[in-house]
């Protein structure tokens, strides 16, 4: 039985956005980059589940299943890329520092 | 109820900030489970149960297994740069978030369709979910696994790179 309201989705969804957009933006550690992209992402698939509960519409919970699954192709590609990166003796996982993939 | 509601997204909100702002990243994991459990009881109360189960499932289980795996891989422990300490000083981040409060506030202010009667939400069940996924978004699915297929060896490939190193 819904009890949220669409504007009240919209509003969750628009904060932990912003959330997760700020801990990119100020986060060097690539892990928790990782994280805030998770965050970002969740907020996108509140905001497609909102809407589709909103019109009646499956298709909103369609996308939220794609979604799921681009996150988590997107984690696992990172954290690999990360474990590399990590495997050739780099000391710091600062993000500024891995711009040479040398694959 | 409406208490319910609030509880859930204010956790949900909480744990988000908490997590950008943890140093030690075991933490953060933690924040973000509670974060996403949190998320799944606001999608239970949107009427999208098939969802929330999606998301305490592969989200809250499997991705942040695979995170505190790479965690205890890595072996972090306190490794943070001075730079991002100093980021994370309130002094840092007071003006920009001043005038990111004030731009937010004008937004909601006039954002017109935001205030106004709106219809009730009806729940969406997992049959009507089935029906279109496998119905009208059956290519949308193999797209899917076309995806999933190249992360796959993308990562194997990432891998391997390391075990040749060693």
Redesign the interface.
Known sequence: MPVFSFNDTLLLATALFSVGLAGVLVRRNMVFMLMSLDIMLNATALVFVGAGARWHDATGQVMFVLILALAAVETAVGLAIIVCLHGRGRPTLDADTGNLMEG | ??T??LLA?GV??VG??M??TRRV?VH??LY?VV??LA?AA??V????S??AM??II??AG??MV??VF??M??N?GQ???A??KQ??RPRA?CGPGILATIV?AELLYCLSP?SGP???????TAH??G???FGR?VL?VEL?SF??L???V??F???R??AG??
């Open positions: 109820m409406h319910l509601a997204a949900a909100l988000a900030i997590v950008i990243a953060a994991v973000l974060t996403l998320l606001v999608l109360m949107l009427g999208a098939f969802a999606l998301e592969i989200y499997a991705i695979l995170f790479v965690i891989m890595l972090l490794t943070d740069s730079r991002e980021w994370l981040w937010c935001l709106e219809p009730a939400l009806t729940p969406v009507d979910v029906l279109s996924l978004y949308v899917v995806l999933l190249a992360g796959l993308s990562a490939y990432i891998g790179n390391r190193g060693h």
